[in-house]
């Protein structure tokens, strides 16, 4: 047996049972290069037609890692059968400053006569930990030995008098840290309400910890949000949500609190460089299934009948520049791929193209074929899975291999996801046919309210079917970049990403859904999250619902509280 003691701690023992017969070699390693610390090993057996097991040994080892990476021991196991080995390792190192290799521990178990107990066998742990949703705590440091903090987000939150709100996704371990900058202004904010949560083994949300603390409080201490259970290792994401209650002061408040989001970096490692979307668009999808395509099909709203949609981005230049243009640009075809990420019934050819300003983007990881024969047509094939890396847009002039590939397929063999890629490609099949313009969307950012009415509350409006709006008046938009300036002037800010991502699911066809989840198209932002079950099974399916049941457009607000 060979096996990575992961769940063992100072306190707790990683146990697993094996059976082995014979002469046993027992070896404890750890691979790290410049963690150390040593380990308690206990050995218990059990015989055949018995229930108890019986010590066989306890020994407390030197410092296990760097230039002395491993213990072992050899020793003659009772009787001539087959026993029950129970292996239990405490690591006084904890895991070392990450909880994952290479500073946990591994045991390697060789039994001479047992065939059953081999280098690669593995044994099985009868304690197995229970799930762990995880716990807050204050701290002064950070909670592992050794471990190196690496800043991931920085920012500063200025709220308004009354309400505000910060979502932000990040990648981590086991630990996040949260690190207050207290403001030194008497009437300052000073009540901050801090909700954690992962992403679980089922890809969904689950909460570790809801704290309110006060920010003037916290000089020289840490927020520590940790979890004992941890899938996906240090590329766990998280979703941190502040929220506060405006100023300690009376009318007249001002200043901000300067907040910083923290995680455990590997010290073997170097610093990484982290972007403001260093969890990817996965993050904002939430359903157990994503990423699987089950039960492609053809929906009813215009979204699910094309292969390409047009877009253009209409800005007014005395606010937004062209190079803050582009980066709409970015933030909108992000939202398409988390859009098309999230979608378990849609079709393979379904958003494969997108024209923003004239200019084509396309998914070369989904435009593979599979050539077809007698018996089957040529048609997309696309691995997706939940640990498959997303495909992202890439500029296309339309020569590249795989559209002429894709255009070069004859008609009589071709299916039909091909063939509507064709018809929007114009070429094969289409070459030279006035066929129907891919649907459109447009997408203003102006400083002004909105079509939905002339309210501060409103973000962002969907119109009608084709024109969505950002209020650049009353809100300032954060973009993914923080070392972007925000766009606009407005005294709230949000994030672009949130709000387009929001707008875009309008276009597929979904209008708001207030049901107490998590769906990202809450009508407020203060109850919007991401793409859950009941949105992913929303998109493409329904007609577009544009308008709301008294037949006005679709309005995004910031918070439910007027």
């Given at each position: 047996m060979r096996d990575t003691f992961g769940d063992a701690t100072a306190t707790i023992a990683d146990t697993r049972d094996i059976e082995v017969s014979g002469l046993i070699r027992v070896e404890v390693s750890r691979r790290s290069r410049t963690f150390k610390a040593p380990a308690v090993l206990k050995l218990r057996v059990k015989s055949v037609g018995t229930d108890k097991f019986v010590d066989l040994c306890t020994v407390r080892t030197g410092d296990i890692g760097g230039q002395s990476n491993q213990y072992w021991l050899a020793r003659g196991l009772p009787g001539t059968g087959p026993v029950t080995l129970r292996v239990e390792v405490i690591d006084?190192?904890?895991?070392?400053?990450?909880?994952?290799?290479?500073?946990?521990?591994?045991?390697?178990?060789?039994?001479?006569?047992?065939?059953?107990?081999?280098?690669?066998?593995?044994?099985?742990?009868?304690?197995?930990?229970?799930?762990?949703?995880?716990?807050?705590?204050?701290?002064?440091?950070?909670?592992?030995?050794?471990?190196?903090?690496?800043?991931?987000?920085?920012?500063?939150?200025?709220?308004?008098?009354?309400?505000?709100?910060?979502?932000?996704?990040?990648?981590?371990?086991?630990?996040?840290?949260?690190?207050?900058?207290?403001?030194?202004?008497?009437?300052?904010?000073?009540?901050?309400?801090?909700?954690?949560?992962?992403?679980?083994?089922?890809?969904?949300?689950e909460s570790s910890c809801t704290q309110t603390l006060d920010a003037r409080q916290l000089k020289g201490r840490m927020l520590l949000g940790t979890s004992g259970q941890v899938f996906g290792g240090l590329g766990q994401v998280w979703r941190v949500e502040l929220s506060g209650s405006g100023y300690a002061g009376a009318q007249g408040a001002r200043g901000s609190i300067g907040v910083k989001l923290l995680r455990e970096a590997d010290p073997e490692a170097a610093l990484s460089a982290s972007s403001n979307f260093d969890a990817g668009a996965s993050a904002y999808v939430c359903h157990g299934t994503s990423g699987r395509r089950t039960m492609p099909q053809t929906g009813v709203g215009v979204f699910a009948q094309s292969a390409m949609l047009r877009a253009e981005v209409l800005v007014d230049t005395d606010v937004v520049s062209t190079a803050i243009q582009r980066k709409v640009v970015e933030h909108l075809l992000r939202a398409l791929e988390t859009w098309r990420n999230g979608c378990r019934q849609c079709r393979v050819e379904n958003l494969l193209f997108v024209e923003v300003n004239a200019q084509m983007y396309w998914l070369p990881q989904a435009a593979t074929m599979q050539k077809g024969d007698e018996k089957h047509k040529s048609d997309f094939f696309e691995v997706r899975g939940q640990r498959v890396p997303q495909g992202v847009y890439e500029k296309a002039s339309g020569q590249e291999q795989g559209i002429q590939s894709i255009c070069l397929v004859p008609e009589k063999t071709a299916s039909d996801g091909i063939l509507a890629a064709q018809r929007m490609l114009r070429c094969g099949a289409f070459a030279g046919v006035n066929s129907k313009p891919a649907p459109k969307m447009r997408l203003t950012l102006r400083p002004k309210r909105t079509a939905c009415g002339d309210d501060p509350n409103i973000v962002a409006c969907e119109a009608d079917y084709e024109l969505i709006e950002l209020n650049l008046l009353d809100y300032s938009f954060r973009l993914l970049d923080e070392n972007t300036p925000p766009i606009g002037k407005g005294k709230r800010t949000v994030d672009l990403f949130h709000v387009v991502l929001h707008e875009v699911g309008h276009w597929l066809g979904i209008g708001h859904i207030d049901n107490g989840g998590d769906s990202v198209m809450a009508s407020t932002m203060d109850t919007s999250r991401c793409i859950d079950s009941v949105t992913a099974d929303a998109i493409g399916a329904s007609p577009t619902a544009t308008k709301t049941s008294d037949g006005r457009p679709l309005a995004f607000r910031f918070t439910s509280r007027q």
């Open positions: 006084l190192g904890s895991g070392g400053p990450t909880g994952n290799a290479p500073y946990t521990l591994e045991v390697e178990v060789a039994s001479s006569n047992s065939p059953r107990a081999g280098r690669f066998g593995r044994g099985t742990n009868p304690n197995p930990p229970t799930a762990d949703k995880g716990h807050c705590e204050l701290v002064t440091g950070p909670k592992r030995p050794q471990a190196r903090l690496e800043v991931v987000r920085s920012m500063v939150v200025a709220p308004e008098s009354r309400e505000w709100l910060r979502l932000e996704y990040i990648t981590a371990g086991r630990n996040v840290y949260l690190q207050f900058e207290p403001p030194t202004e008497s009437k300052a904010p000073a009540t901050v309400t801090v909700k954690l949560l992962r992403k679980g083994s089922n890809f969904a949300f």
